[in-house]
């Protein structure tokens, strides 16, 4: 008979099952093995074959054989990769039965779903270390893609025959797989949040934090220049007293995405905060940053934001400082943003319409 898959070679089919054989023998011999010696032999030989049929079973109980990875289904597979047994459980999830082989086209993951390889072939037929996992992905034939998630244990055995057999030990995990994922982008998008400003929909200054000190070790290591632009909308506390909040943030919004849309792929806008804004620039010489910082206080000039109360022009300006520095071991990080702050404020002071800079190597 089959239990799990494998055929059993021994005469104890479980151990409560030997006790009551032996107490039986044991009964037997008391009764009628007195004087009898051919009872008492058999009472022993009996015994040796129930003890040994309990260790034999153990140690394929030990070989992992009849054991799945984790309950579900399992089977055995010829070297064909035919199901020679198939549990209940396995048919139902691999929708076929003992005798048939599962040739479904299938995804090899890592445990975040990321795909690491792909395969048309018999289950039975795939070489694995014994006890190995893996998680696999089964595709629809008719639409190609991932309809079940199962993770399967492969564990290559001989039969009596001497023929190879594999024992696959499998359990759906499809839902866990789908919690996961759903989890996963949960997390990304709250990741996301975190780093984004809420009022302008730009980089916060969590995120500035995070990606200068990336591009800091960067530029160290590749021994390239990093530039930082420093800008602040001029008289925004006026701008506020004059027209009311909800207008100032309407003031922030058009000016982030003015900047954002100047700078384009050559920098990162971030919002620093209450009306400052800062630009991050990777691979940046203090001639191309400045030319930038340019172009960055046009456009938000030409957005044309009525501003009455505005010393420098009837609408909205910004102020700007910029630092540029090659990253090395005697200017430190927080040094070089006071840098182009301390420029930006000096701009702001003498308040003049124009940018400070300076170059530091």
């Not at 799990?4 to 011999?29: C, E, M, Q, V, W």
């Not at 792909?118 to 998680?135: D, F, N, P, S």
Request: glycine share 8%.
């Amino acid at each position: 008979m089959y239990m799990n898959g494998i055929r059993k070679k021994h005469l104890g089919i479980s151990l409560p099952f030997d006790i009551i054989i032996l107490i039986l023998i044991d009964a037997t011999a008391a009764v009628y093995g007195e004087n009898n010696g051919l009872v008492w032999l058999l009472f022993v030989l009996l015994h040796i074959v129930c003890a040994a049929g309990y260790l034999n079973r153990r140690s394929i109980q030990k070989s992992g054989l009849l054991e799945p990875c984790i309950p579900g289904g399992y089977g055995v597979t010829d070297a064909e990769g035919k199901f020679l047994a198939l549990n209940a459980a396995g048919k139902q999830i691999l929708g076929i039965e003992s005798g048939e082989g599962f040739a479904g086209i299938w995804d090899v993951t890592d445990r975040d779903g990321k795909v690491k390889n792909t395969r048309h072939v018999l289950l039975g037929q795939e070489k694995h270390a014994a006890g190995q996992k893996e998680i696999i992905g089964l595709k629809s034939k008719k639409t190609g893609r991932i309809e079940k998630w199962l993770i399967v244990q492969w564990q290559p055995f001989s039969a009596s025959s001497g023929k190879s057999r594999t024992a696959l030990s499998f359990t759906e995990i499809t839902e866990v797989m789908r919690v996961d994922h759903l989890l996963k982008e949960k997390n990304k998008q709250l990741q996301n949040l975190s780093l984004t400003d809420g009022l302008t929909e730009i980089p916060n200054r969590r995120y500035f934090d995070i990606l200068i000190k990336e591009h800091w070790r960067e530029m160290k290591d590749k021994k390239s220049e990093l530039s930082l632009i420093m800008l602040d909308i001029d008289c925004f506390k006026s701008y506020n007293d004059t027209y009311g909040h909800i207008e100032g943030d309407a003031c922030l919004r058009s000016t982030a995405k003015a900047l954002k849309k100047a700078a384009g792929e050559k920098g990162t806008v971030f919002r620093y905060g209450g009306e400052e804004f800062a630009v991050l620039l990777p691979y940046t010489d203090y001639r191309s940053g400045r030319e930038l910082t340019e172009e960055l206080m046009s456009a938000v000039e030409n957005l044309r934001i009525i501003h009455e109360s505005s010393f420098h022009k009837p609408y909205v300006t910004v102020s700007a400082g910029i630092a540029t520095i090659r990253p090395n071991m005697h200017e430190t990080l927080q040094d070089f943003i006071q840098l182009a702050d301390d420029r930006l404020y000096e701009s702001k002071r003498n308040r003049s319409y124009r940018t400070e800079s300076v170059l530091t190597k």
